[in-house]
């Protein structure tokens, strides 16, 4: 195991033996850098949150060494450690006899915080999670939703600003469409905070949808492999990794594969102010019956087909649908295909300058590419 200069996180062998003689985590050394998202993910008992647990000492190792930010967590006072660190608990733990801004307000209150100090951040957290605090502060946990319950948990554990987020299924309590939903709430916040965040969860979309790097761990706390999402979907390390992820894993890559904006194919794009004589002239000298059509600034306006063209009497461009911003994923790329039937989709950028466009056989070009480019590396 190397230590790498920017670790915030680092688990150097480590070991949890219970009382009773079972192992939760056998030998266990994983390094997450700072500022980035790792998800540990693995089947139910393999030892998931046991991992969690002896980062911020609710749990003790009983080997091997854990560093936070280079300080042997063994050597710090366990309460003055934990109020560093925010943790989502699973099954979010809200206390229910506590109104949502109390529980937000914990570790402040812990901290000695003023009072007013205290409610204004909890009020900002709430805010910042998507929960107004004039509807929800003074409600009670049973007053709220799944989801909610779920935004007031992460609101908890960003409390006090903490540099290290340890989150155990956050998401796990709540149905497919609101987890969707929180888990992109939670990556446009994370963009935004920028914490170190050790993630627990056994859904490998979630893993994969959150994560910058994914470990995955059988039994015993045994890492198979510590990757790049598209390099857990696209070559894991062995079988158990394989069957993990499952058999539909080349599905799953394309939501983490973005489109390549360097490898998209050209189109005929003409201008709107273009005379129509001028248009016609390149359309027949094209071997696609349609063109883009963008303004002045290179901004999409529309498009135009060769049959348009015939009876025109103005260059008037069809408003067009089948569009993507240039982060999107081979996912979305295919999900707009589908949506709108379209062969070909135009990939435009923050200001809908359009870049050129996507079509099935490039989407397949790219998901080859994203595999050659994708050898597993070693473990730790
Ligand atoms: N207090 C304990 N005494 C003995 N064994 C324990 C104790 N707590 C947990 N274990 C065992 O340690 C193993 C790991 O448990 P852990 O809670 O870390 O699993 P997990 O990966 O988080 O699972 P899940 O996905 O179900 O939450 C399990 O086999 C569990 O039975
Ligand atoms: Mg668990």
Redesign the pocket.
Known sequence: MHRTEDAMIVLEGVG?R???G????RDLSLSVPRGSLVALV????????????MVNRL?EPTSGRILLDGQDILKADPVSLRRGIGYVI?QVGLFPHQSVRENVATVPTLLHWERKKARARADELLDLVGLDPASYADRYPHQLSGGQRQRVGVARALAADPPVLLM??PFGAVDPIVRGRLQDEFLRLQQELGKTVLL?T?DIDEAVRLGDRVAV?A???DLRQYDSPAAVLGAPADDFVAEFVGADRGLRRLAVTPIDVDELETAPVVREDTPLDEVRRRAAASDVPWAIVVDASDRLVGWIGAEHLASADTLRARPMEATLHRTATLKDAWSVMLRYDAGWVAVLDDDRRFLGVLTPESLHAALRRSVRTTEPSSIG
């Not at 079972?22 to 985590?25: E, L, M, P, Q, T």
């Not at 693995?42 to 647990?53: A, F, N, Q, V, Y």
């Open positions: 949890k219970y009382e009773d079972s192992v939760a985590v693995g089947p139910s008992g393999c030892g998931k949150s046991t991992t969690l647990k749990i699973q155990d299924e627990v056994h761990l039994n015993g706390g």
